[in-house]
């Protein structure tokens, strides 16, 4: 039986958080093939630079504020606030405000570039 065939858990524990960037930090919240879940703390005035992926991205923000171009649409995110990014297109996001945002992706299926930084699971 494989990892994914039951349910886990994955605690918040030292080494589950990695900057990728100055001001930006993620955590891989959870994951199995169909999908990951991954948990961001990012400075205000930081940009996410126009990149795509073959993943379908959906996302909440939990605070801070910011502008997400999406394809030919941008606008203003603040918390509450969900998105959907499908496939391969090319999308932006610029923090602001001043505050910290925090945001969850789930991004499906699995991306296989982030499991560098995913940890295995505590409970499985």
């Known amino acids: 039986m494989d990892q994914y065939s039951s349910a886990s858990v994955w605690h918040e ?57 999406i394809g030919e649409l941008e606008c203003r995110i603040r918390p509450g606030d969900g998105y959907y990014i499908p496939p391969g297109v090319f999308h932006e996001l610029r923090t602001e405000g001043g505050k910290p945002s925090i945001l969850i992706d789930f991004f499906t299926p699995e991306r296989d570039d982030y499991l560098g930084e995913a940890l295995a699971s505590d409970v499985a």
């Open 13 to 69: 524990k030292e080494g589950a958080w990695h900057e990728i960037m100055p001001g930006v930090r993620r955590r891989i919240l959870c994951h199995a093939s169909t999908g990951m879940m991954v948990y961001y703390k990012i400075e205000s005035g930081r940009v996410f630079a126009l990149h795509n992926h073959p993943h379908a991205q959906f996302g909440v923000v939990l605070e801070g504020e910011g502008t997400f171009k």
